[in-house]
């Protein structure tokens, strides 16, 4: 079955960097696009970054254009989501998304706490 689990989330100074990654099973990853999402206390889940599957195509949330960067690996069935920069808003749990045949597929998330 398709699975993401994320990981590499913790406790960051502002202005700090943390790289995310999500490592997916169950699907021929290379085919997919996948996106990473965040959600902080009391808010909606917001998209952060997207990559496409072949061209690897990528778009961002105007908040993180600059200081984040997503990538992936296709030999490794992983997406990364690198950050820098980080500023005290961007603490969230932090959610890899899936997307194969119409259904969306999501990990357990991954805590990212930007203070000082």
């Known amino acids: 079955q398709v699975q993401v689990v994320e990981s590499g989330g913790g406790l960051v100074q502002p202005g700090g960097s943390l790289r995310l990654s999500c490592a997916a099973s169950?699907?021929?990853?290379?085919?997919?696009?996948l996106s990473w999402y965040r959600q902080a206390p009391g808010k909606e889940r917001e998209l952060v970054a997207g990559?496409?599957?072949?061209?690897?195509?990528?778009n961002y949330a105007d908040s993180v254009k600059g200081r984040f960067t997503i990538s992936r690996d296709n030999a490794k069935n992983t997406v990364y989501l690198q950050m820098n920069s980080l500023k005290p808003e961007d603490t969230a749990v932090y959610y890899c998304n899936a997307r194969v045949l119409l259904k969306s597929y999501w990990g357990q998330g991954t805590q990212v706490t930007v203070s000082s």
């Open positions: 990559i496409g599957n072949i061209a690897a195509s990528t």
């Open positions: 169950g699907f021929t990853f290379s085919s997919y696009s």
